[in-house]
């Protein structure tokens, strides 16, 4: 748990901005995962603090570091699904609110906002490194719990950052009213359930249709819709950064993938070609992964925010990275040692 002088630590300091941490910070180019560990509940208070959201909603600086470190606690520690993902996926959260000055310009209520950061700090905890497929073919307990609605995982990290918040002394919204608190856990559950891959993939093709008419902030659709890209957008923005940052997180996906490969295949099942070590081909899975989910993403964003474009140009300068790597290691030969040599 989180011990009295851990908070105080935390809160006695006065808070930083942003750019103490570094430069370049509040810029899309920068990577956070580069942010020593001990730094990242502090630079999670920083943002927050200046996205204006302390004032705004009189949150108590001593519960939110509380609830910041029982957050961090609530991770795992797999190769990608750990506190340093949901620390990225929260600092992009942060780089699209700020560069985009999407409430300044009216576009999401400041509520919504809030709870972008929060759900980005919240949105796979407790993770094990596993899909929502295996946990039903796995018969886990969450599986037990959840399958019959869908969405396993997802439903979990949810049940996780509501029990954080129920927890004494973490809930920092306790200065919210109620009409704001009932409608900030209402947005936490819409954009933690968004962030399963099916949930995007149902929702892509009216997301491009918000794209082609232009965004109607007046249009609660259209609200919901935005907030759920957004989220999603911040969960793949690792392979919007420089090609070697985004090819080492590429890595650490694949690490991921192989172990349940590993073992769906001691429990005598079949994995998908992209979780099998024996039969994956690296970069020919990332191109269909950047062609059919990731590229769409920023591409709708860049269409509708234009401050945008930055994220957009350098992910299709990622895919023609992986393009060349592809013909480098033209389908995996025979004598190859391994599929993670691409990485090497
Ligand atoms: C670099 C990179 N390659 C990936 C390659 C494949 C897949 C995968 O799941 N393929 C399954 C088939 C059916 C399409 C995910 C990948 N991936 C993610 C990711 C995104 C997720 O969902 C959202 C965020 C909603 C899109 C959920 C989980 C993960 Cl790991 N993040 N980065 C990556
Ligand atoms: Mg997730």
């Given at each position: 748990l989180v011990t009295k002088e851990e908070v105080d630590r935390?809160?006695?300091?006065?808070?930083?901005?942003?750019?103490?941490?570094?430069?370049?910070?509040?810029?899309?180019r920068y990577f956070p995962r580069q942010l020593p560990d001990p730094c990242t509940s502090p630079a999670i208070l920083s943002m927050v603090e200046s996205l204006g959201m302390i004032t705004k909603f009189r949150l108590s600086r001593e519960s939110l570091a509380r609830f910041t470190l029982m957050v961090r606690k609530g991770y795992r520690d797999p190769p990608y699904h750990n506190w340093l993902h949901a620390f990225s996926v929260t600092h992009f959260a942060f780089l699209l609110l700020q560069n985009l000055q999407l409430v300044e310009r009216g576009v999401l209520t400041s509520l919504e906002a809030l709870?972008?950061?929060?759900?980005?700090?919240?949105?796979?905890?407790?993770?094990?490194?596993?899909?929502?497929?295996?946990?039903?073919?796995?018969?886990?307990?969450?599986?037990?719990?959840?399958?019959?609605?869908?969405?396993?995982?997802?439903?979990?990290?949810?049940?996780?950052?509501?029990?954080?918040?129920?927890?004494?002394?973490?809930?920092?919204?306790?200065?919210?009213?109620?009409?704001?608190?009932?409608?900030?856990?209402?947005?936490?559950?819409?954009?933690?359930?968004?962030?399963?891959?099916?949930?995007?993939?149902?929702?892509?093709?009216?997301?491009?249709?918000?794209?082609?008419?232009?965004?109607?902030?007046?249009?609660?659709?259209?609200?919901?819709?935005?907030?759920?890209?957004?989220?999603t957008a911040a969960d793949l923005s690792d392979q919007t950064k420089d090609?070697?940052?985004?090819?080492?997180?590429?890595?650490?996906?694949?690490?991921?993938?192989?172990?349940?490969?590993?073992?769906?295949?001691?429990?005598?099942?079949?994995?998908?070609?992209?979780?099998?070590?024996?039969?994956?081909?690296?970069?020919?899975?990332q191109l269909q992964f950047l062609d059919d989910v990731a590229i769409p993403v920023y591409e709708i964003v860049a269409k509708l925010f234009p401050e945008a474009d930055e994220p957009y140009s350098s992910i299709k300068a990622n895919r023609r990275n992986w393009s060349r790597l592809r013909d480098v290691y033209k389908r995996r030969k025979p004598e190859s040692t391994s599929s993670l040599e691409v990485f090497e």
């Open positions: 935390l809160v006695q300091v006065d808070v930083p901005p942003p750019s103490h941490f570094h430069r370049d910070f509040n810029s899309f709870a972008l950061i929060v759900s980005s700090m919240c949105h796979d905890l407790d993770h094990r490194g596993t899909t929502n497929s295996f946990q039903v073919a796995s018969n886990s307990v969450l599986a037990s719990l959840y399958s019959s609605e869908g969405s396993v995982m997802e439903r979990h990290h949810l049940a996780q950052a509501m029990c954080i918040l129920n927890t004494d002394d973490c809930n920092f919204l306790e200065n919210l009213s109620r009409e704001e608190y009932t409608k900030f856990l209402d947005l936490m559950r819409e954009i933690i359930l968004a962030t399963d891959l099916a949930h995007h993939l149902r929702i892509l093709s009216e997301l491009r249709q918000v794209a082609e008419e232009g965004y109607d902030s007046a249009n609660p659709r259209h609200h919901d819709l935005l907030i759920c890209l957004l989220m090609w070697h940052s985004s090819k080492h997180v590429a890595e650490l996906i694949y690490k991921e993938f192989f172990t349940q490969g590993d073992l769906e295949k001691a429990m005598g099942n079949m994995p998908l070609e992209m979780m099998d070590r024996e039969k994956a081909f690296i970069p020919e899975l």
